[in-house]
């Protein structure tokens, strides 16, 4: 009876850790730690399809980079940029990486990570073109997303907006006449001149703040997590990654200010 008691009391004892270590398992798989990011996939050279069709860009190699050093995999979403941040507030997706500059109305809506871009913006015409300065768009047609800077500075500047889905766009409409020009990120126009140097276009330097981008978080995000990208982009800055793929993409760091 005694040998059968501790028969039984080793196979419950075997059973038990055999539990134990599936719970475990099973625990390890949950605690994969996945960021969900909102990108256009349009906007090159920051996100934006290979001639493979694979997902990359400046801002997609950053977003991999960050969350790389945070222990993190990364999801993205591709969205449109007019649907950003309505993606963002539903839930869609935890953060955007699409060179969302920081201002002062959405600082009131929405938390931000530290910059990982410093940028300014500038005017894209025809080489014809009567405008000379920013100053000279009032009442002019200018291609523009609604919801970016570049939008709110055509705007201010008394433009008539033309609303498009992207740079890509805006830049078709400069060529085929329909509109008079675009305000837009100075690396993109730089970036577009480098692959179509006999483009009929000019690019024409403002007087527009320098623009700071980063990554962007609902206001219930959680603080540790932004605390978590912050400490992964100092480390990148650091160790000299974010700037050795800056030049990779523009031949200059624009991580830093």
Same mark, same amino acid.
């Given at each position: ?9 080793a ?55 960050? +969350? !790389?050093?945070? %222990? ?5 979403? $591709?969205?449109?940029?007019? =649907? @950003?941040f309505?993606? /963002? ?48 768009v ?15 500075? +055509? !705007?201010?500047? %008394? ?5 498009v $889905?992207?740079?890509?766009? =805006? @830049?078709?409409?400069? /060529? ?23 483009a ?51 031949? $200059? ?5």
């Amino acid at each position: 009876m005694k040998k059968f008691l501790v028969m039984m009391m080793a196979v419950l004892i075997f059973l038990a850790a055999c539990g134990q270590s599936d719970q475990s398992s099973d625990s390890s798989k949950s605690e994969d730690k996945v960021l969900t990011v909102g990108t256009e996939g349009t906007y090159s050279p920051f996100t934006f399809h290979d001639k493979n069709d694979k997902l990359t860009g400046f801002d997609v190699e950053v977003t991999e980079a960050v +969350a !790389k050093k945070m %222990g993190y995999k990364v999801k993205f979403v $591709e969205t449109q940029w007019d =649907s @950003m941040f309505a993606g /963002l507030n539903s839930g869609r997706f935890t953060t955007v990486a699409n060179q969302v500059g920081i201002n002062d109305e959405r600082k009131q809506k929405y938390q931000f990570s530290k910059p990982y871009t410093y940028t300014n913006a500038v005017l894209v015409t025809r080489k014809n073109s009567d405008i000379k300065s920013f100053d000279d768009v009032k009442g002019k047609k200018l291609a523009q997303t609604l919801t970016s800077n570049y939008g709110k500075l +055509a !705007k201010d500047k %008394g433009a008539q907006i033309t609303q498009v $889905e992207g740079f890509n766009q =805006s @830049m078709e409409l400069v /060529l085929s006449n329909r509109v008079e020009g675009t305000f837009n990120e100075k690396l993109s126009v730089l970036d577009y001149t480098k692959q179509k140097k006999n483009a009929d276009i000019k690019v024409i330097e403002g007087d527009a703040e320098k623009s700071q981008s980063a990554f962007v978080f609902t206001k219930k995000t959680d603080k540790s997590l932004i605390d978590k990208v912050n400490k992964a982009i100092d480390e990148l800055q650091k160790d000299g990654e974010l700037k050795k793929i800056s030049e990779k993409w523009f031949g $200059e760091d624009v991580t830093q200010p």
